[in-house]
């Protein structure tokens, strides 16, 4: 296990801008056997990344590599977990190696997750299973894919260490994460309780500048956070994603789905679904997802109120209004997509008869996935046998096809291929993927990988991956990895 000291082939992170409570330096932890397994040149193209980064630069990607003129670093922040502030978290098993820029002068983060313990691990080991390296790219990716905001995945390296787990050692991975932005809520949660402000105001004046620069001050950032988290959380429930551990810490500020722990996508459709072994209340449950997320902008919102007026009460009135607006930005964004996925008119008569189909297939226990399929082969051909087969009670789901015909938009075909996948990262599938990786196969993840990166086309051969799990398949709980 050598440490090798090398320029750090990354740009200089702009975190060290920021006050020094914001994150502290990391020392390269090299592992046993580094092993690299996967390297996504197509994302490093996007970075501006030469495609043979990984040949040229392997140290990097296993956290192996060492540049005092440039040390990696573990952020720091704050958060509310499960509703409880939890006082200081920060990066415990993580170390953001720089930046990249591509040509459009966008930077973005490079992390490594699993790489070794920080000043934040909290007495934990700081390194990470593979199996929650391999669904964190899977499902990032396949976020990616499905076209919503998303960190990305550039590399798995395998550590050839095991790690101790609830269940026993497990192989060792590590896993190259990128970003536009590691800053969460709980960042700002962190500054806010170190002085008497000036914190706050650093790191708002860091983000303002960094992420939205076109806006003119903090009520107007505000405001586009809440309108992109909205958008989001739209985006998640039309596909039927839940994250499974929305805590503040785990909400990015520039609107991207971060942190893909006990994860996952619907089979059937039950609205208060949960898959996450440490989510026992529910809080996180499927459709509560909107609910939570406004829970956790209020607390972003509580931090930016001295930034806002210095009239407490109008500063609060003033955030308020703010706030108020994320039920109406979701609601719009949410009709819009599902409209798409029923293939109707997004017109005023669209949410009730969204609602009520949504309430028909949580009766039914239709697939959610395979059911906007079905439906989306049943717009462009009329055969509505592959939908009937879904439901137990035909007769309910006729009633309501007939009525969906007498709202379906001429143009429905085309317009819900757009809107439905045709594959999804299904829990069953992931875990065949991760089970395989382990045993030193990575085919399976290869080929679900591939299917994921264009998730609206057939492709020929991949007809298993559209379909549920099995009895004997399905995955109940979902696990964080660390």
Avoid at 198 to 211: D, G, I, M, P
Wanted: glycine letters at 8%.
């Amino acid at each position: 296990m050598m440490t090798h000291v090398q320029k750090n082939p990354f740009l200089p992170a702009n975190y060290q801008e920021l006050p020094g409570a914001f994150y502290r330096e990391v020392p390269a932890l090299p592992v046993k056997k580094p092993e690299l397994l996967i390297f996504n040149t197509e994302l490093a193209t996007q970075l501006s990344l030469p495609d043979n980064f990984a040949d040229v630069h392997p140290d990097w990607l296993s956290g192996c590599a060492f540049d005092p003129g440039q040390p990696a670093l573990a952020l720091a922040y704050a958060g509310h977990q499960f509703g409880q502030f939890a006082g200081l978290l920060g990066d415990g098993r993580a170390a953001l190696l720089g930046q990249t820029e591509n040509g459009s002068g966008l930077r973005h983060d490079v992390q490594l997750k699993g790489s070794g313990p920080t000043p934040f691990a909290r007495g934990g080991d700081g390194r990470a299973p593979l199996g929650a390296v391999v669904r964190e790219y899977l499902i990032s990716e396949a976020m990616a894919g499905l076209g919503l905001p998303t960190t990305r995945s550039l590399a798995i390296v395998k550590t050839g260490e095991n790690v101790l787990r609830q269940f026993g050692p497990e192989p060792g991975g590590i896993l190259t994460r990128t970003a536009r932005s590691h800053i969460r809520v709980g960042t700002f949660e962190l500054a806010a309780r170190l002085d008497t402000g000036k914190s706050v105001k650093a790191l708002f004046e860091f983000v303002h500048q960094r992420y939205f620069a076109e806006l003119s001050g903090p009520r107007e950032v505000l405001r586009e956070i809440i309108r992109r988290q909205a958008e989001l959380i739209a985006g998640w429930l039309s596909l039927g994603f839940i994250h499974g551990v929305m805590n503040t810490d785990n909400m990015s500020i520039v609107g991207e789905t971060i942190d893909y722990g006990p994860c996952a996508f619907l089979d059937d459709f039950i609205p208060d679904k949960v898959f996450s072994s440490i989510d026992r209340q529910g809080r996180y449950a499927f459709m509560r997802q909107p609910e939570m997320a406004l829970w956790n902008l209020t607390r972003l919102a509580e931090t930016l109120v001295p930034l806002f007026d210095n009239d407490t009460d109008r500063a609060i009135r003033m955030a308020t209004v703010e706030l108020q607006a994320f039920q109406p930005v979701f609601e719009a964004a949410f009709n819009r997509r599902f409209a798409a996925k029923f293939g109707i008119a997004n017109d005023e008569h669209a949410p009730g008869f969204i609602q009520d189909s949504l309430k028909m297939m949580a009766e039914a226990r239709l697939d959610f996935t395979l059911f906007f399929r079905r439906l989306t082969q049943c717009a462009k051909t009329g055969e509505r046998s592959l939908v009937l087969e879904l439901a137990p009670d035909a007769d309910a789901l006729k009633h309501w096809l007939a009525e969906w015909a007498g709202r379906r938009h001429p143009d429905a075909g085309p317009i819900m291929a757009a809107a439905n996948p045709v594959y999804i990262a299904r829990n069953h599938r992931v875990e065949q993927a991760i089970k395989q990786a382990e045993d030193g196969d990575m085919a399976p993840f290869l080929r679900l990988a591939k299917a994921l990166k264009t998730p609206f086309a057939v492709q020929e051969g991949m007809d298993d991956l559209e379909l549920p799990p099995r009895a004997e398949e399905e995955v109940r709980r979902t696990f964080c990895g660390t």
